[in-house]
C-alpha cells in the first residue's frame, strides 16, 4: 500500500477517519491525502462541472477567509501525522450523488471513509461510497462513527463465497494479510457458492506467509448479513474483508 486517500465532510465525525488513517501511515508508511467535501450555496448561474446532480467547484488556488477556516481543523489534525498529507476541497450543493469521490479515488491503493449509515450528512455521504465504490476500481475501507481502534487488521475475517468479487477482494487485501496475526476465510454454508473453498484458498494465501485458517457455518435461520458481524465479534476480528 503506498497511497490512501481519504474522505472527510466533519471536524467530528470524521475523527474515526482520521484516526483510521494515522495508523495505516503508522502500520504500512502509507502516504494520506484528503478529500475535503464542503457544502456550496447554489448560485443563480452556476459555473462548474456538474456530476450526477451535484455541482463540485474545486477550490482556487488562494482560498478566501470563509474557505480557510473550513479547512483549518483539518490542517491542525494532520500536524499529528508524521507527513502532512496533502488537501484536495471540493464544493457541493446537495443533489442525488456525485461522481467526483470516484474519480479521485481511482489513483489511490485504499479509499477510507466514513461507514455512511446513520451519519448527518446521510445522503452524501452515500453518494461518496457508492462512487467510491463502484467508480474506482480500488478497495474501500468504511469505519464506524467513534472508532479508536488499537489495529487495523491485526485479525482479520474474510467473507468467501468463492465468486469473482470475493477473490477481487482478496486480491485488494493481501497487502494486510502479511502483518496480520492471523486472517480467517468464513463461508456459510447455506449462502450461493462458486469457485475454490475457504479451506484451499487459507492454504494457498498461507504460502503467501500470513497466518491463515477457515470457518464453515451452517445457520438456516440466519442471513449471511447477521452471521458475518456475528462471527467477527466471536473470533475478536478487527477488519471485515468481502
Known sequence: M????????????????????QLLEKQ????????????????ESPTGVVYAGIWTVSAPLVEPPRERDETAWLLRRFSCFARRPSIKRIEVVDGAAADHPGIDA???SLTVMLRPAGTHDE???????????????????LVPRGWRGPSIGSTVLVAWD?????TRAVADATFLFAKAERVVFLTVENAAHHGPSARELA?????????????SVSD??????YLLPREAVAIGADLIVM
Open 2 to 21: 503506498t497511497d490512501v486517500l481519504i474522505m472527510v465532510l466533519s471536524n467530528r465525525e470524521d475523527e474515526a477517519v482520521l484516526s483510521a488513517a
Open 28 to 43: 504500512h508508511d502509507a502516504n494520506i491525502s484528503a478529500l475535503l467535501f464542503t457544502k456550496a450555496m447554489p448560485a
Open 106 to 108: 481511482r489513483r489511490a
Open 123 to 141: 445522503t452524501l455521504r452515500r453518494s461518496m461510497f457508492e462512487s467510491a465504490l463502484y467508480e474506482s476500481g480500488r478497495p474501500v475501507m
Open 162 to 166: 468463492g465468486s469473482r468479487e470475493a
Open 203 to 215: 492454504d494457498s494465501v498461507r504460502r503467501a506467509g500470513a497466518q491463515c485458517y477457515f470457518r
Open 220 to 225: 438456516l435461520r440466519q442471513s449471511v448479513d
